[in-house]
Each structure stands twice: as structure tokens, then as C-alpha cells.
């Protein structure tokens, strides 16, 4: 048995130009020449990157957009190479990386097959043997005599796979272009790997799709920044990915908070229990919203009503009048319990008297905030908006 591994990555590093001015003619270059003006800088996009990948695993690669994964990739398919460190692919490598290349729009189904195949280094004759199952299997049968810029991206990408899976390689390296695909026809492609995977065959797979990385990969590795984060399974990287991606729609929807705040007709602050103030929670966390406005401005506005919003669908509302709580010094804070499923939610609050046809201010452009996704059998076993007080009997059990 072979034990060398597939792919070995070491220290590996990529940067490119950014340049900071265009020149539109030589006059500007000289100029910019003799000043000692540097029109460019370098953006680091991998920094140290260290793996291996072993033969006949299904190895995943997770990342953020920006995180340089695409990067990575090409680096391994010898379509970059690297500033420094080492890309060591041990066996064949077949790489179906982005959508549309490779592909002529102007040739039709049958001449892009045939092209392809050729690209893939099989004849003629090799290719038409193949020719019925590419068609069968990316089912365009009634469309190889069309023009390839007639077909949607679904049905081009559907025929790019179901060329490049004939390839006489030992590694096919997938992005995350099959998520064009329909739902049925994922499926048959999953199906595909678990056949490759039984021939020992690597594949090395790019998803933003945590449920498929947990479902078919053996291991996995997260690249965030252009470094590596960790290399481990798949349900401790897909974790982590969702903890960047809770992180990050958090800080921007603090940010997006802050720049609101001067265009409402009151306050509305989210805070947590500590009264600071903040965008990300966990589940079953305490979330204080604290409503406050110009008494001056609004003398008759004696109680306050808030309202949670995922999207369009109404979530969760409350309000001082509902519930006979009195209002202080036009402040009023809600207190709630945060047992919702993950995602991002928004604030809606109004100002209203002693009836509630009364209203004199309403704040629909309220702050958001993010529940994530949390570890452990209670933010996990569930699916929906909030979790119910709920018990299964075993039916051995019921009576």
C-alpha cells in the first residue's frame, strides 16, 4: 500500500499587486518614474500555509469569501505559482474550478464535449465512446444542438462536471460551482464521490455548505485571512466557520447600528447583561433593548412597545401598556431571553399613550443583532425560530 500522500502543502505563500494608479500613457509613467513613486503594493493573500492530504480522502477546504481560498486552490491546480514554499501533487489532478472555463459560448453541447475531452487528453474515438453517458448524466439530452450561451448556468455547469468526471486522474478538485446545481442533481454528483471514494480515489472539495462538509468529508481545513486556521474534522471546522461568520455579520451590523442611531426619532440600544453594548449572542443569552426619547418632543408618549423581526416575519412583540408596567423618565428597557434559533434579527419600537391607537413615533429602522449558532444539544437538536418546551415518548412507553 501506498502511504505517500497526495498533496503535500509546505509553507506555502502568495501575494500580487496591487497597483495605486493607473498610467494612461508614458508621459505619466516617466513622471511617476522620477518622482520614486511606488504605484503598487502587495496584497498577502496565503501566508505559511501547511497541510497533506492523503490518498483516497475526501478532503474539504472552508473559508470565508476573501479568505483566499480561491487562491489556494489554483495553487494547487499549477495555475498560480507560489512566492514561496512548495504545492507537491504526488498523482494526476484534475481541477473544476470555476464556472464558464474551458467552455466556447459560441460552440454548441456536442462541440464543447468534444473540446473539453480533448483538453482532458482522450481522442476522438475515446470521446465519442463516452459521449451518451456525459449527456445521460448531466441530462441535456434535448439541448447538445444548442449554442452553450443559450444554456442557463445550471446546465452549463452540469455539463462541465459531467465532463471533467471522465478524466483519467487520481485527484478531482471541486468548487463550490455545483451549488448552481439543483438539489437532485448534487445528489447524483455526492453519489459520483462515494463511487471514487470506493475506486480510492482524492477529492478535495470547496463548500460553503457546512451540512455536505460534514456529510462527506474526512477532514477538513479552514482558511480565514490567508492563514490557516486549523486542520481537523469536519464538525469542529464547520464550528469554527460558523463562529467567523456569526462574528463577522455581527461587527457589521454593530457598525450599521452606530451609523442608524442619528436617524431615529428616538433611541433604541441592544445591549447585554452587563449593559454594554453589542450585536452577538448566544442562545438562551439575556438581550436588553432600551428605548429612550425627548420627553419635550414627545410629552404624551407614555409607553413604548418593541417587536423582534427575523427578515419580514414577526418574531416575538411586547409593550409597557399590554403588560401595566410603568414608564420612568421616558426610558423604558426590555429584558428578554434569547431562545431563538441562529441568524440575524432586527429591532422594531414605537412610542405610543394610554391607548394603543395612540401612537406618536415609530422607529421601523431599528438595530440588528445575531443570535449564533451555538454547540451542545440544546441549540442543536431543534430547528425553527424558538425553541418549545417539548418531550418524546418511546413507544413502548405510551399509553
Known sequence: MNTEPAVVVKELSKSFKLPHERHNGLKSLLINFYKHKKGYEHQHVLRDINFEI????????????????????????GIYAPDHGLVQVNVSLTPFIELGVGVIPELTGSE???????????????????????VSFAELSRFMDQKLKNYSSGMQVRLAFSIAIRARSDILLIDEVLAVGDTAFQQKCFDYFDRLKEEGRTIIFVSHDMEAVKRYCDRCVLVDSGELKKVGK???IAEMYRRLNDTSIAKDAKEQNAKD??????EIDILDEANKPTALFKYGETMRVKVAWDAEKFPRAINAGIAVFKGSEFVFGANTLNEDSAV?????????????????????????????????????????FVVGEQPGKRASNWEGLTLLPHSWNNRDNVK
Open 112 to 134: 464543447n464535449i468534444f473540446l473539453n475531452g480533448a483538453l482532458l487528453g482522450f481522442n476522438r474515438k475515446d470521446i465519442a465512446g463516452m459521449y451518451h453517458d456525459i
Open 328 to 368: 420612568k423618565e421616558a426610558t423604558a428597557t426590555l429584558n428578554v431571553s434569547l431562545n431563538l434559533g441562529p441568524g440575524k434579527y432586527k429591532i422594531v419600537a414605537g412610542l405610543v399613550g394610554k391607548r394603543k391607537d395612540q401612537t406618536y413615533a415609530f422607529e421601523a429602522n431599528g438595530p440588528h
Open 54 to 77: 492523503k490518498r483516497g480522502e475526501f478532503f474539504g477546504i472552508v473559508g470565508r469569501n476573501g479568505s483566499g481560498k480561491s487562491t489556494l486552490l489554483k495553487l494547487l491546480a
Open 234 to 236: 469536519p464538525s469542529e
Open 261 to 266: 442611531a442619528d436617524t431615529r426619532q428616538f
